[in-house]
């Protein structure tokens, strides 16, 4: 198939549109991923999330060329990529491991993918000094990695990955092996670095807080399928699926026998009606999904507000955030509501009688599904 060169020819590159279409793959009876389409934005941050399994590094790896699809197309900017070589794709890829040369210094290693295109020295040392200067790794040119910690290493590994000014930068998991504190730092220097050089990056994680961070748009993946597309506050506030709900966030799922009345579905649980402000086509269950933040922990039989729910329930656990606390309320049924109080509301203990009042427009109302749990564990 005849390729053309990806990358501008001078200066930075811009970011190229990604298209999955209909993309399969199949390992004998397993199917990795089910029919996945995708687009992503010209120089737009999109993460791949979901649990172990899903699909997302199987979508990473069949962009990347690591996996051909079974069927399906695939492209970068207008040009198709199904069948293209790895190596003549013209991407950037950055491992969870840094895979970086132990014998070749840190300049020697981020210049190693212009040395391969034949880039002249004069014009490697200056984009080497760039994108090193970029991760604010100038100083340790002539280093070897061994001399590096975990997080400056994976910065070499992030220069070494744009020295070429590639039109998409792929990135499996590149903080996995990081701590709390340094993969929280590099997540602010990865979006710095995106804004700045323009490139499209396509970004697989687990790890819900870091899509969040990152991100300009987060597909979800679950059993090989994406659930849904969307920015952060999309997925947060208005999930399509009880996946996605109980995925992105904390959340509390309240389950019970439908009831359907002046266009409003509820939900009888224990004895106690709450309602939700929609409706779900087609007889399927219906499941309440409430995020901590929007309920609110009472005094037992203090008066209920129009237009707000009410659930009993006991204090299980008690924690102290600092910024405030979080509750764990065991609920009639046995389900276990969560809570979030800020520091001006009043503070419970554990075996206190409580109930728990919010908005009936805050009861986002979804159909059950089972596997919404399995998948989770």
Do not use: C
Not at 101 to 114: D, E, Q, R, S
Not at 235 to 261: M, N, Q
């Amino acid at each position: 198939m005849h390729t053309t060169n990806m990358s501008t020819s001078a200066g930075r590159a811009r970011g190229a549109a990604i298209g999955i279409r209909n993309a399969t793959k199949r390992y004998g009876n397993f199917t990795a991923l089910d029919d996945v389409s995708l687009h992503i934005e010209p120089g737009e941050f999109m993460t791949l999330l979901g649990p172990s399994g899903s699909g997302k590094t199987t979508t990473l790896n069949v962009v990347a060329g690591f996996t051909d699809v079974t069927s399906g197309e695939l492209s970068v900017g207008d040009q198709s990529i199904v069948g293209v070589p790895a190596h003549k794709r013209n991407i950037g890829v950055v491992f969870q491991h840094y895979a970086l040369f132990p014998h070749m210094t840190v300049g020697k290693n981020v210049a190693y993918p212009l040395t391969l295109r034949g880039v002249n020295k004069a014009e490697r040392d200056r984009r080497v000094a760039r994108a090193l200067d970029m991760v604010k790794m100038a100083d340790f040119a002539h280093r070897y990695p061994a001399q590096l910690s975990g997080g400056q290493q994976q910065r070499v590994a992030l220069a070494r990955a744009i020295v070429f000014d590639p039109p998409l930068l792929l990135m499996d998991e590149p903080l996995g092996a990081l701590d709390k504190k340094l993969r929280e730092w590099l997540q602010l220097e990865i979006k710095r670095i995106h804004r700045e050089l323009g490139t499209t990056f396509v970004y697989v994680t687990h790890d819900q807080e870091e899509a969040l961070v990152l991100s300009d748009r987060i597909a979800v993946f679950n059993r090989g399928r994406i659930e849904q597309v969307g920015t952060g506050r999309e997925l947060y506030d208005e999930p399509a699926t009880l996946f996605v709900g109980k995925f992105i966030g904390e959340s509390t799922t309240l389950r019970g026998a439908a009831e359907t009345a002046g266009g409003e579905t509820g939900l009888s649980i224990a004895g106690q009606k709450v309602a939700a402000r929609q409706t779900l086509s087609g007889g399927r269950n219906p499941v309440i999904l409430l995020r901590p933040e929007k309920l609110a922990i009472v005094s037992r039989g203090t008066s209920l507000a129009d237009g707000q729910n009410s659930l009993a329930g006991q204090v299980s656990e008690a924690i102290y955030l600092g910024s405030g606390s979080k509750y764990q309320v065991t609920l009639k049924d046995g389900s276990v509501a969560i809570v979030r109080a800020s520091l001006e509301a009043a503070s419970f203990s554990i075996g206190d009688e409580v109930d728990l009042r919010w908005s009936i427009a805050d009861s986002k109302l979804l159909a059950d599904d089972a596997q919404a749990d399995l998948t989770l564990t």
